[in-house]
């Protein structure tokens, strides 16, 4: 278990004797060590900018807006009533918004880790004491059920989402606990964790939730609370899970991967959210428990749906109507739903199979995913967010009512809240801790996994120190230079992440003193013994580039997308001389040309067949558009209503 303490309550910046403290996750043991919260730095530029956003606006819209429609307020409600709980109170909003309370929780805890800001502190404090009072004599909290006029405790598994919600309370804790943020939220955690083991414990009731959280969860609480009772519940929740325990409902029972047990299965199918945090939850209780078998079946299940049930964005889930994954290569771009917290949720997962495994092609992934689904949640004023991360938009969509709840779906257009509101705190509690997920260290040395501007100081197993500035433009420029801020005393190694969308580029690395030389993928590894001052530069070639599908991805068959660096680009209506994207064809003999901010490719707009009906001999001709921008999938939609594609039609109707 991990030995780290809470930090005290002083701004951790990273400057000689502060206090280490972990980040998200923590294992026993792993291949990569991920750096302690307190050890990496954004610095400025790009991600620096994201992080600010969220903490000086998304954080705050996210408490503005449960405060304004009383989710806060219920634990207000509930803990008036504590003494007498047959009098009823009016709960606001569906049954686990209590959850979206503790995602935030979790996102402030994050930020008063980095810094100490007094005034968060106190709204942090005051949110937490709201909380705290909720909780009843035995530990049991959850606004929704168990007093005489709601639903009894346990007794709607399948979608009551009591543990799920419970769970994102215990990620706040662990939070809570690392940063030293709040003592408080501890005890509450340790309460409810003690009555979750008399309940589902292993003399307890044999039973899962609906919605999987709770396990990844418990898992990473044992960690951080050095308690193994709490690895050992997440341990039998994910070896309940696919025996049938819960209740049939009309989606069937792989909605909730209650069809196959977690060690059996080969590809993450149903809900994509609840599949893939079951799968990062399976995946600690693995570690924690050196269950190797545990380990590879959620190894074979990251690979089979990487290979057929992921979009190009990183996306994943292509059902609406269940939020489900689709069968493989079922990834239709105007259907896909990819919902933001699957974004998050995959990124949870494959940071886990990173640090177990020490795989680039886990790192691959969170780029991809960070940078073309989570980032593409947030308006850039942090003030709405997307549910849903659609690749084909065919319709304008209607600005959404800014100060009204919006259907979840309604991927038009980001709003400002949801009825089920779970991406947006998501996405703040992501962006608070976002820089864990950039580098990590072995007894060797550090690897660079993700690149932006940061500083990393961190000390090697055997006491070396190693301090080193990251500076780039990166995401759309790819020259990433590491200077050394400090002589190290040994040889040590520096690993840095060649991305697979680089593969076939001139990727060129400069080590101090030396001239560019070419590097290939997926890892350089420099050893030396660096001293201050040393710079190694790499270099890579962010030009635009044509993507083309596997041709069994039947719905885009026949189409290209263009990818700049590891920003999948779009193509967006308002940048077109007039209407939509859903006629327009591209001409892929013209290599696309990168500009500044994205690519510009040469377009035509197609003749549909006169008559009206849609199928014939002949084909349709096209008029010429000439050469248009597209943009960062991540950045539509922030100009106003818009129809946007991903995937271009080839322009050989001739052919
Ligand atoms: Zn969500």
């Not at 998304?58 to 009098?87: K, S």
């Not at 899962?208 to 929740?237: K, M, S």
């Not at 400002?416 to 801790?433: I, Q």
């Amino acid at each position: 278990m991990t030995t780290t303490a809470p930090a005290t309550r002083t701004s951790s910046s990273a400057v000689a004797g502060a206090r280490r403290f972990a980040g998200t996750v923590s294992p026993s043991s792993s291949t990569l060590t991920p750096l302690d919260a307190t050890e990496i730095h954004l610095t400025d530029g790009f991600w620096a900018e994201k992080q600010a956003l969220n903490a000086d606006v998304v954080l705050r819209h996210c408490e503005d807006w449960m405060e304004r429609i009383g989710w806060t307020g219920n634990f207000d409600r509930a803990a008036a009533g504590l003494g007498d709980p047959g009098t009823p109170w009016e709960h606001s909003g569906i049954e686990f918004v209590d959850s979206e309370v503790y995602k935030l929780l979790e996102g402030m805890a994050w930020e008063l880790g980095r810094e100490r800001e007094p005034a968060l502190q106190a709204r942090y404090d005051a949110l937490v004491d709201r909380v705290a009072a909720a909780q009843e004599d035995d530990g049991y909290l959850h606004t929704s059920f168990g007093r005489a006029w709601q639903r009894p405790r346990w007794s709607d598994l399948e979608w009551g989402h009591e543990l799920y919600s419970m769970g994102h309370l215990l990620q706040a804790v662990v939070a809570a606990e690392r940063t030293g943020a709040s003592p408080r939220l501890v005890e509450v955690g340790r309460r409810l964790a003690e009555h979750l083991w008399s309940v589902f414990g292993p003399e307890g009731r044999v039973a899962i939730c609906g919605h999987p959280e709770v396990e990844v969860a418990l898992a990473e609480l044992g960690r951080a609370l050095d308690e193994p009772r709490w690895v050992e519940l997440a341990r039998l929740f994910v070896e309940r899970r696919g025996h049938g325990l819960l209740g049939q409902i009309e989606y069937g029972s792989e909605y909730f991967q209650d069809d196959v047990p977690v060690r059996d299965a080969d590809v993450l199918r149903g809900h994509a959210v609840r599949a893939l945090y079951l799968a990062a939850g399976a995946l600690d209780v693995a570690v924690e428990t050196r269950d190797d078998e545990l380990a590879d079946a959620v190894r074979r299940q990251w690979e089979a749906t990487v290979a057929a049930r992921t979009y190009v964005t990183g996306g994943m889930g292509s059902h609406h109507q269940d939020e489900a994954f689709g069968a493989d290569h079922e990834l239709p771009p105007d259907r896909a739903y990819s919902e933001t917290c699957a974004g998050i949720a995959s990124t949870m997962l494959s940071w886990r199979l990173l640090l177990a495994d020490g795989d680039a092609r886990y790192a691959d992934l969170i780029e991809r995913t960070l940078l073309n689904v989570v980032l593409a949640s947030p308006r850039e004023d942090g003030r709405a967010f997307f549910y849903t991360n659609t690749l084909h938009q065919r319709t304008e969509g209607v600005e959404p009512d800014e100060d009204e709840l919006n259907a979840r779906a309604l991927s038009s257009l980001r709003a400002p809240w949801f009825e089920v509101s779970c991406c947006p705190t998501n996405v703040a509690r992501t962006l608070a801790s976002v820089e864990q997920y950039f580098a990590t260290r072995t007894a060797d040395g550090v690897q660079l996994h993700q690149y932006g501007s940061y500083d990393v100081d961190t000390v090697l197993d055997d006491g070396t120190p190693v301090a080193l500035s990251v500076t780039s433009g990166y995401p759309l420029d790819g020259r990433v230079a590491v200077t050394w801020r400090g002589d190290v005393d040994r040889e040590v190694e520096l690993a840095l992440r060649v991305p697979s969308w680089a593969d076939g580029s001139a990727v060129t690395v400069a080590l101090p003193g030396e001239e560019a030389g070419e590097a290939q993928g997926p890892t350089i590894v420099v050893r030396r013994r660096f001293s201050a001052g040393d710079v190694v530069v790499l270099d890579l070639p962010t030009t635009a580039e044509w993507v083309r599908p596997d041709a069994r991805i039947d719905a885009v068959r026949g189409q290209v997308a263009v990818q700049r660096g590891p920003l999948v680009l779009a193509l967006e209506s308002t940048d077109l001389p007039s209407g939509t994207v859903n006629d327009v064809l591209v001409d892929t003999t013209v290599d696309p040309v990168t500009t500044p901010a994205g690519a510009r490719v040469e377009l035509s707009r197609s003749r549909t067949p006169a008559g009206g009906w849609p199928y014939g001999r002949s084909t349709a001709t096209a008029d010429p558009l000439g050469s248009v921008e597209l943009v960062p999938y991540a950045t539509w939609g922030n100009r106003g209503p818009s129809t946007m594609r991903v995937w271009l039609p080839v322009d050989d109707l001739e052919a």
